[in-house]
Nanobody, 123 residues
Framework: QVQLVESGGGLVQAGGSLRLSCAAS????????MGWFRQAPGKERQFVAR????????FYTDSVKGRFTISRDNAKNTVYLQMNSLKPEDTALYYC????????????????WGQGTQVTVSS
């Protein structure tokens, strides 16, 4: 079993930055694909970004390209999401997830999920 705990969310003004962290425990996630998803009120959960176990391959949804950066530190069993130039439409509950499959983006392909951290961007 893998437990994931997100942190780093909060309230920020448009144009600001936040750095989300996802700490894994219970099992090393160094061989897992790690992803970030988000869900706004009344909307479906949306893929944001993912990173392969080596960190050599990343993929982003179009709306965050150039603004968000996903990274990982396997020694710390932690994944990060650096979010810059935040917009009000980025407001959502952000989830970290782990998958045993290589380089996936679909939520159904992820095996473990955290509880989420709230990001609110004011205009």
């Amino acid at each position: 079993q893998v437990q994931l705990v997100e942190s780093g969310g909060g309230l920020v003004q448009a144009g600001g930055s936040l750095r989300l962290s996802c700490a894994a425990s219970g099992r090393t996630v160094s061989r897992y694909t790690m992803g970030w998803f988000r869900q706004a009120p009344g909307k479906e959960r949306q893929f944001v970004a993912r990173i392969t176990w080596s960190g050599g391959s990343t993929f982003y949804t179009d709306s965050v390209k150039g603004r968000f950066t996903i990274s990982r530190d396997n020694a710390k069993n932690t994944v990060y999401l650096q979010m810059n130039s935040l917009k009000p439409e980025d407001t959502a509950l952000y989830y970290c997830a782990a998958s045993t499959r290589m380089g996936v983006a679909a939520a159904s392909s992820y095996d473990y999920w955290g509880q989420g951290t709230q990001v609110t961007v004011s205009s």
